[in-house]
């Protein structure tokens, strides 16, 4: 799993199989303080998350495509799977 940050949204016309009629956020990854950290990565909303949420995601390709009740798609990597309220650390 991956603690992250929504910090924009895409939007496209053209769709791999699995995508279609999902929203695709972009995700910072960050410290449990806060603190941004790596790369941004693209993941698919499950939650209906929003820019400006603190987020939990999965990576890997079983549990995306499990969270998204999909099984035999194959191109749904990271999945968004959670929206934080609050972080005790």
């Known amino acids: 799993m991956i603690l992250g940050k929504v910090i924009g949204n895409i939007i496209s016309t053209e769709r791999a199989i699995g995508y279609g009629g999902r929203t695709i956020l972009i995700i910072q990854p ?3 303080s806060g603190t941004f950290k790596g790369k941004t990565f693209l993941a698919v909303d499950t939650v209906q998350a929003g820019v400006g949420d603190t987020v939990i ?6 549990s995306a495509t499990t969270a998204i009740k999909e099984p035999d ?3 749904v990597k990271t999945v968004i799977v959670g929206i934080v309220d609050h972080i005790y650390h």
């Open 30 to 32: 960050i410290e449990p």
């Open 57 to 62: 995601t999965v990576e890997e390709g079983g």
């Open 73 to 75: 798609t194959h191109t």
